[in-house]
């Protein structure tokens, strides 16, 4: 049995930009197919969690991988759970969206 792997509403909602993206620029056909391989390899953190770059300085217990050259992932993972935090596309701020807001952002 392997880690259970959950995306955030956040996860959900970028990957669905990234659908809408490719899907305007090129076809929903080649959007649906990148956006499933995004997917499944977030799915494969299941039995290989601890892959990537660690980003403690960003977020504790915080991992970054890349994906494709243009999609980088951001998960965090205990002893039951990965958590796909972000699903950023084609160089977006990660650091931005991932570091906690300090209390005069809030």
């Known amino acids: 049995m392997g880690y259970r792997v959950v995306f955030t ?11 809408r993206y490719i ?4 076809a929903a056909d080649i959007a649906s197919t990148f956006v499933t391989a995004i997917v499944d390899y977030c799915e ?4 290989f969690p601890n892959r990537g770059t ?3 300085d960003l977020r504790p217990g915080l991992r970054i991988v890349g994906f494709r050259g243009r999609v980088t992932i951001a998960f ?3 002893e039951q759970r990965v ?9 977006q701020n990660i650091e931005a969206a991932l570091r906690p807001a300090t209390p005069l952002q809030r």
Do not use: H, M, N, W
């Not at 509403?9 to 659908?19: F, G, M, T």
């Open 76 to 78: 965090t993972a205990d």
């Open 9 to 19: 509403p956040e996860a959900r909602d970028q990957l669905v930009s990234i659908y």
């Open 83 to 91: 958590a796909i935090l972000g699903v950023f596309y084609g160089g």
């Open 54 to 56: 660690r980003r403690d």
């Open 44 to 47: 494969s953190f299941s039995t």
């Open 23 to 26: 899907a305007a620029q090129a």
